[in-house]
């Protein structure tokens, strides 16, 4: 018997077709429960203040650009969502004197759009994700201590040089964010049609997509309408190129976000409660973490909220 229709998108494979139990089990996590759910591999944090919150994120920067050097260059993938770190990440290399060039530094962005073609926005398109990267982060590093621009790899172009680059370069942790689809970077659960009609793929055929351009669920465009576009849905793509679970299985470590804007109370709790019991569902693609060697979830403790009804 085929699983649950969507509540969201019939056409698509999403968190709303998990067995009920396991949706209630995930809606009564408190967060000193969330706590609880730390194991081997998988450690979850909390910071009081956002101050806290962001400083930590900015940090990861830097400590994996301190851990390379010219004869074993090193690096962070990052995130667009949330960008908040992005210009603590320059204040403190500059405040450092961290020369980037001299360490060899490299930084990987996750995604970007794509266009009705497939081929990469430019980067003075708005919502650019690069150009966001730049402008927050990069274009703020005094000239001096500024990586080379060929140790900034974007998912744009050949992809092949970008995938590659995972090969040549050690990753030392992978940022993200969650969407509210329960991605990291644009890793959507697929269109329900096909072979996954009934079912949706297997962790095994999931984990070996690599950097690709995707379609997104609807939620992912709704959602980024919402948190970059002031809700103007027709201005947002919906295809994008994203780094796949295959380059991210070479991340040494995988670091995910919670502010409490980007996914609500109860998608922070579902996602760690699957990657906690190893309840690994392609519906929801986070949930896939929990067979990766290391994995962190850092919550800002506002944003964690409560999933209760409160009318609004």
Not at 259 to 273: M, S, V
Request: negative net charge; aromatic residues 10%; hydrophobic residues 35%.
């Amino acid at each position: 018997m085929s699983r649950k229709i969507s509540k969201i998108a019939p056409d698509w494979w999403d968190y709303t077709t998990l067995d009920c139990e396991l949706i209630d089990d995930a809606a009564r996590l408190t967060a000193n429960d969330l706590l609880q759910l730390s194991r081997p591999g998988f450690q979850i944090n909390i910071y009081d203040t956002l101050e806290e919150f962001y400083c930590a994120q900015a940090l990861e920067y830097i400590d994996a650009w301190l851990q390379s050097t010219p004869s074993n260059p090193a690096g962070i993938c990052g995130p667009i969502g949330p960008v908040e770190q992005l210009p603590l990440v320059a204040q403190m290399v500059n405040a450092m004197n961290l020369d980037l060039k001299k360490h060899d530094a490299h930084f990987w962005g996750m995604d970007e759009w794509v266009d009705e073609h497939d081929q990469p926005v430019p980067i003075d398109f708005p919502l650019s994700f690069a150009k966001a990267d730049m402008e927050m982060c990069f274009n703020r590093i005094k000239p001096e201590l500024a990586m080379p621009k060929q140790n900034l790899h974007f998912p744009t172009g050949d992809l092949d040089v970008y995938r590659n680059s995972f090969d040549q370069v050690r990753c030392v942790v992978m940022q993200g964010g969650q969407g509210e689809v329960k991605h990291w970077a644009f890793n959507d659960p697929p269109r329900r049609n096909g072979e996954y009609k009934d079912f949706p793929p297997s962790a095994d055929e999931y984990r070996k997509l690599n950097t690709r351009v995707t379609e997104l669920h609807p939620m992912t465009v709704i959602q980024n309408a919402r948190t970059s576009g002031g809700g103007n849905i027709s201005n947002v793509p919906t295809r994008a190129c994203t780094v796949g679970p295959a380059e991210t299985w070479k991340a040494e470590r995988v670091s995910i976000w919670h502010a409490g804007q980007h996914d609500n109370p109860f998608g922070q709790r579902l996602t760690a409660l699957m990657i906690s019991k190893s309840i690994v569902d392609t519906s929801v693609p986070m949930s896939l973490l929990a067979d990766h060697p290391s994995v962190t979830f850092s919550y800002f403790r506002g944003g964690i909220g409560e999933v209760a009804v409160e009318m609004h």
